[in-house]
């Protein structure tokens, strides 16, 4: 059958609807109208599909559209934070975190905050960079609550970072391109009426640079004006730093999508021992690749380093940091290490994480320290784990 090598309905651009669609006499209209119901309107049972032809809607039944995911569980933490677990047709899960901007928000909100360094939120990796490409979807009158999801792109993960858990089961599979937009058509359904969401960062489980086809596909699908409408520059890749993806992922977005880069460390040995992945990948390599990533003008790659006591917090650490991102344009978010069971890795002293963050102040970085965000409800940076639980059993 010809429509075989076609993508999974959901994952369909709207040329590849207009391809499959000329095939069975459709007319060309058709193709935008199944698109914008899937991805403008979340829409994914053809039955709902109303101003379709009841012979359109079986087809469309019989090519395998319908939900790609249900939630399983879901848990608001006290900060408005949402984590959503989502089962999958194979009964594999994965979670998906969703972020509230609390704008309001400015003073410390615990003992521990008191000393309380400038604080950065997940997603605004581009808090304040100014951009050549118009934001057509920012035309909001500052009365929406902006929202930012955290999404998976593999169901585990094969990297196996020290302190992740995500990587303890190691890789289970890939996730296809229409189970990585299907998270956010169901995290966009949760939002409530005053809610939008505005960043995506690729910060769940997985490591999609490893999985880069359909993370690139996602991205299409989730940028295309007919649907989600994101703007390239409000998703992030995070990545543990596979040089010939950042290089794909730059040459395939012009370097318009946002790019994190999980370092941790500023040398080999100590690298090596928090992110096996470095063996194939040291340093001088993701560097040489970062500096070769067509950032348009005014745009920074975020560092991402997370914190570990007596890992890699010295001062002589963020001096070497310094040193070695010389000449980037970066801006480091530190991440005080959250705490996972299986690592007896734990965070610094605020005391600490402030001296290590002035170090880079003073050679002339930006940077921030993460809000810590969704920690109570497991669902904060590394936390997120695959459970495997049969279905029906939390
Ligand atoms: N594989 C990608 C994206 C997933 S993790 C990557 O490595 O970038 C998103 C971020 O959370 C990464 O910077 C990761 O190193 C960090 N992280 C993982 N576990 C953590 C933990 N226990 N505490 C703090 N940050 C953690």
Redesign the pocket.
Known sequence: MMTSALPHPVARLPEEWLASLSQIGERKFRASQVFRWIHQHGVLDPSAMTDLSVALRAHLQGEGLGPVGAIAHQHTAPDGTIKAVLRLGDDASIETVLIPMRLEYHGPRDAEDTAAPELASIGDADLGAIDDEPDEEDVDDGTMERVTQCISSQVG?A?K?A????GVPGLRRQLGAEEIVGQVLIGRSLLSPSQRLRNLV???????LHNYEAVARAIRLLTHRQGVALSRRRITV???GLTDGIARLGEDFEGKVGL???L?AADDETRQALVPSNKRWPLASIVKALAAYPLPPRRRITI?Y?LIEGRNDRLSDARKLAKLLAGLRVKINL?P????DHAG?MPPAMERIQQFRMALVDAGYTCLVRKRRGDDISA????LVTRLAPRGKP
């Open positions: 993960c990297m970072c302190f992740c858990a995500s690729f910060m769940g489980s997985g490591e999609p995070s990545t543990v994190a880069v999980s941790h991402e997370a991440i290490m959250n705490p996972v890795f904060a940076c590394g936390q």
